[in-house]
């Protein structure tokens, strides 16, 4: 079922789908396109085409049809006082990062606010009814349009106007009343400039008529009144229907200010003061002429450059004053929208990153460096960031507490991408042919070098339209995850004990046994989820080895065999496992929260995994731990354990608990459930939960992280133990910590004495070697020394095992200095080998060399040796063949 179908049905029948009481009454007109054929409603007599194709297309520019003036923040006053003082609530925005969603990053529209999925189905959930909603919307398909168009942002104020048709809510007829009235007297738009074109959306198996709004050409808003469900051959009205209005914030500001385009009143005195700061001529006659031509060959050419081209030729731009104004202003407008995404992405903890959406947040950093670099602009970034809270702040007052948050983010990974130059330079000079865009891609997915850069480094001169849109495309939604199929049809739910009274031990019925499988009318085993690991124990006696959810039927896998289908059989948990999964899984919210307050408000748990003996817990966080912070976390975690908060468990309506604490409870993941079970540790941790938890925190008597990881770009990975495997852990650390510090202990005795032998050794060899000076015979027997002489040839050795290395290599060298004709010869012990030191002095080299005796000795001791001719050393492991050793050096010298 296509649109056109259903536009054609519904036109078909007008009065049924789109006439509402407020064209009755005004005499609205409804008219066909001359050009496109497309239905309008109006007022204005002369009109004839629609407002695609109408002469009066943007030329609100600089001749705004207002004569009031909003900048931003003052158009959301506007149209918020409206509603309000028409019966809605006002609500405060949704975060940015979409968490009760599983296939969405961020929040694409205002109605995603209220939609919760429930299996294959959404359902509506409103805080109020009617009511409005500022909320901020993140599209990355567009991306190159940004800063170019006028109108194109990667963030927007979506004004999200919500109604169900009951006693509180309305449809149709109030529905367009309200968004004319809001145009005509609240803007104050002439009522024969507003025009209402007849369109239909489709979605999500539901669809319906719509009417857009437009005012000079300027689409302002959309009324969508989803209606039906199912498709044009079998459908049938929804039991709920919904009214999803949603308007453009930054339209209804850029029409009462008539400035050439959007983004100069959309981020209050920003962009002024940028231009002012980098020195450009912004002459505003000159603007507003190329900008109106923008705006109109945009609906001509699909490829931006064309309508670059053509748009400056109509206005009579020349390629100095495009290269002198209108490329740096496109920069400026590009890194103010940005940094706005920027700001609230990163405020509501998202990271820029290589994965999921993180993606589309690096490359708009980059994005901005580049351009920065490109046109020279020496702008200040954390000045944008804070100029831009305090312009948001009146509407968005939560950014005031991460401002210090997003400038952390933006500097480290601006940081990163400034060290990532050198590579990507090298790359990029190494590119010689125009590359694709899957080229492109490529680039940016493996080697992280964006095409701005490539813009940058003149290799491209233009991005190609369609990059941005395919790269959107393969990081916009998240997989889900698929299970194996276990035919459970026509089985009652499973009644879960362990949310009650949770016995460890019970009786049951077996509702259905086959394979290894059996399911149980109630059962108090947890089946895994959430990150906690299943029970295990017994079921009519044979091991339970796994226990998994299907839907809300519990399956429990057997080992050794399966009861019979019908029987009655008892079952016991095996709590002392149980016990273990459960301090761990409290530690982990411990410890969750705990690395959010040492590290950021970017932390958010990414996953957990939860077992007997150990956990682990990854979070969102964009470098590798120091130890410093690693201390940290388990020192707060440990002073909360201490406290012994209680751990409280209440269970909330959806809505209710995330409007009571916002949206931090999914740390987990999405609830697609309407009743939600909170667990939490006073303000400290809150989180939406369905595992088994201490009750109070003392129970998780300690907790110790034992190793950290950064595991993927932006998450690192906590393990950690609790209870007593922390205990034990604790205890065999300090068993490990007391053998080191006595291993230390015992090498310093070892050096120490080392130290203080060299000493009395140098004061020995001094000794000796007066006495072989002076030839006191006796004293040299005393200490062990052989002299042996034949003729001129003297060979001296000793074995005294007091002597060590050192003695040897220092005594025999000055005793060889003393008399050259002398060889000398150090043997000694050193541990299970013996070995040996040789000197030869100079006369005496010349006859036999150190290295050949080293090496001839150290062979009839079972080793190797060698050296130069007038020192070497060796050795062996054979200590009875000392003599042997000693007695053929000797003869080797004297010989
Ligand atoms: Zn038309
Ligand atoms: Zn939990």
């Known amino acids: ?112 606010d209220f939609q919760r999925v429930m299996g294959s189905k959404v359902v509506f959930e409103f805080p109020a009814n009617p009511l409005v909603v500022p909320q901020t919307c993140l599209r990355f398909k567009d991306l190159e349009n940004v800063g170019v168009t006028g ?11 919500h109604s169900i048709p009951n006693d509180h809510g309305y449809w149709k007829d109030k529905c367009v009343d309200l968004d004319y009235r809001l145009v005509t007297e609240q803007f104050g738009v002439d009522k024969n400039e507003v025009v209402f074109v007849e369109d239909v959306w489709e979605g999500g198996g539901s669809f319906g008529s719509s009417l857009e709004f437009f005012v000079k050409g300027v689409e302002l808003g959309n009324a969508v009144f989803t209606e039906f469900q199912g498709d044009l051959s079998s459908y049938k009205t929804l039991d709920q229907k919904i009214i999803d209005m949603g308007a453009g914030l930054e339209r209804f500001a850029w029409i009462t200010m008539g400035t050439p385009t959007a983004y100069d009143c959309c981020f209050g005195p ?15 006659e000159l603007l507003v002429r190329y900008f109106t031509e923008i705006a109109k060959n945009l609906n001509r050419f699909v490829d931006l450059s064309e309508v670059r081209k053509n748009a400056s030729k109509s206005a009579g731009i020349s390629e100095e004053q495009i290269k002198k104004t209108i490329i740096p202003l496109e920069g400026i407008y590009l890194i103010v929208d940005h940094i706005r995404t920027l700001i609230f992405a990163i405020s509501d903890g998202a990271l820029p990153s290589n994965v999921g959406g993180g993606y589309n947040l690096r490359i708009m950093l980059r994005r901005i460096i580049s351009t920065m670099d490109r046109l020279a602009l020496k702008f200040d970034m954390n000045e944008i960031i804070d100029a831009q809270i305090d312009y948001l702040k009146n509407t968005y007052p939560e950014l005031e507490k991460t401002r210090k948050d997003v400038k952390t983010i933006i500097e480290i990974e601006s940081g990163r991408y400034k060290n990532s130059k050198l590579r990507m330079q090298k790359i990029a000079s190494k590119l010689n042919q ?72 019970f009786d049951a019925k077996v509702l259905k046994s086959f394979d290894k499988y059996v399911v149980l009318d109630r059962t108090s085993f947890y089946a895994r989820g959430g990150g906690q690991e299943p029970d295990h124990g017994k079921i009519a006696g044979f091991d339970v080895v796994d226990v998994n959810k299907h839907g809300n039927i519990v399956v429990h896998e ?53 077992e007997e003996d150990h956990a682990r817990l990854d979070i969102t966080h964009h470098s590798a731990l120091t130890d410093e912070e690693v201390s940290k976390i388990e020192e707060l975690a440990n002073a909360k354990v201490k406290e012994n908060i209680p751990v409280t468990i209440q269970n909330f309506d959806r809505g209710t608990a995330e409007q009571k604490y916002g949206f931090r409870i999914y740390q987990g993941g999405i609830v697609p459930v309407k009743s939600v079970r909170i667990v939490s540790i006073e303000d400290f941790d809150i989180e939406a939960c369905g595992g088994t938890h201490v009750k109070s925190t003392k129970d998780v ?43 230390q202990t015992a090498k310093e005795q070892r ?79 050193e541990g299970e080998k013996v070995r040996i030191i040789i000197h030869a002095g100079e006369e005496a080299s010349k006859n036999k060399k150190a290295g050949d005796i080293a090496k001839a000795v150290s062979q009839i001791l079972g080793g190797s040796g060698g050296g130069n001719p007038e020192f070497a050393q060796g050795g062996g492991s054979d200590k009875s063949k000392k003599d042997e050793a000693i007695n053929k050096a000797k003869s080797m010298v004297l010989g």
């Open 558 to 610: 057997l080992k050794g065999g399966i009861p019979k289908e019908g029987e009655t059989v008892s079952c016991v948990v095996d709590s002392k496992r149980r016990e273990g999964i459960t301090k761990h899984h409290t530690s982990t919210h411990i410890l969750n929260s705990s690395s959010r307050n040492v590290l950021g408000s970017w932390v958010w748990q990414h996953s957990a995994f939860k």
């Open 1 to 112: 079922m296509g649109k056109k179908e259903i536009l054609e049905k519904f036109s078909a029948d007008p009065e049924r789908y789109y006439k509402v009481r407020l064209f009755e009454e005004k005499g609205f007109e409804r008219k066909s396109c001359a050009t496109c054929h497309r239905y309008f409603w109006t007022m204005g007599e002369n009109r004839t085409n629609c407002p695609d194709h109408s002469d009066d297309t943007y030329s609100f520019i600089g001749n705004p049809p207002t004569k009031k003036r909003f900048d931003y923040t003052q158009a959301w006053k506007e149209v918020e006082s409206f509603f309000v003082k028409n019966g809605h609530t006002s609500v405060s925005r949704y975060p940015v990062v979409c968490r009760w969603r599983d296939d969405l990053y961020f929040t694409i529209a205002s109605i995603v």
């Open 151 to 161: 109108k194109h942002f990667s963030s927007f104020c979506m004004i999200g106007q």
């Open 701 to 743: 008597e300690l907790i110790k992280i034992t190793r950290t990881k950064r595991i993927q770009d932006g998450v690192v990975r906590l393990e950690f133990v609790a209870g007593k495997t922390a205990q034990e852990y604790v205890k065999k650390h300090e068993a490990e910590l007391t053998k080191a510090s006595a291993e």
């Open 434 to 505: 125009k590359p694709t865009v899957d080229d492109l891609i490529r680039l940016y997915e493996s080697d992280g070098v964006t095409p701005d850069y490539l813009k940058e480094m003149n290799v491209i001169s233009e991005i190609p339209s369609t990059f941005y849109t395919k790269l959107s495309e393969l990081h916009q939604s998240k997989k889900s995850e698929k299970q194996e199929h276990i035919p459970l049809e026509g089985l009652a739910e499973t009644e879960l004990l362990y949310y009650d009274k949770d016995p460890k031990e």
């Open 751 to 829: 050096d120490k004495l080392r130290e203080e032998r060299k000493e009395q050794a140098r004061e020995k060899i001094l000794d000796l070697l007066r006495q072989f000076y002076e030839m006191d015979v006796k004293a040299l027997r005393d200490n062990k020394f052989h002299l042996v002489v034949d003729k001129s040839r003297k060979f001296v050795f000793t074995t005294n095992d007091q002597f060590d290395e050192y003695f040897h290599i220092n005594f025999g060298k000055e005793l060889v200095k003393q008399d050259p004709r002398i060889v000398y010869c150090g043997i000694f012990d």
């Open 270 to 284: 920003i962009t002024g003061n940028l231009v002012q700061q980098a020195g450009i001529d912004a002459n505003s």
